[in-house]
């Protein structure tokens, strides 16, 4: 399985440590971000592979950072995962209309979630073998 780069966004400390954790056991590389404009930021410095969005951050919402970055040419490409207590089919369809590629609702299974990551990775690997 190809090792991803991945950027994990959520203002909960423990949560973001949690997912970095299982990540990186599975072989990828994290980076971390608290808010939406501290994720926007490291976005610019390492291009991930991969962001884990949380909805609810503190400044600018995950929604407001999925439009920024499908506005940018730079970024519209790069997937997003959405992880968020909203489990409203609203809030999942709009997150979907914003460009993200799944939707995972808090509390998941960080099982899962690796697994989720991995199945990404794949596709990847293997649309970049063709």
């Known amino acids: 399985m190809p090792a991803a780069h991945i950027l994990a966004v959520d203002d909960e400390p423990e949560l973001v440590e949690l997912i970095a954790y ?4 599975a072989g990828h590389s994290v980076a971390t971000a608290a808010n939406g404009w501290e994720a926007l930021a490291e976005v610019q410095r390492r291009r991930p592979d991969l962001i884990l969005l949380d909805l609810m951050l503190p400044d600018l919402d995950g929604f407001g950072v999925c439009e920024i970055l499908r506005r940018d040419a730079a970024t519209a490409t790069i997937p997003v ?6 489990a409203s089919t609203d809030s999942r369809h709009l997150g979907l209309e914003l460009g ?4 995972l609702t808090k509390p998941f299974s960080p099982h899962e979630l690796v697994q989720r990551v991995n199945r990404f990775t794949e596709v990847r690997a293997g649309r970049a073998a063709n």
């Open 100 to 103: 993200a590629l799944d939707y």
């Open 81 to 86: 995962i959405i992880i968020s207590a909203w």
């Open 22 to 25: 299982h990540l990186r056991k």
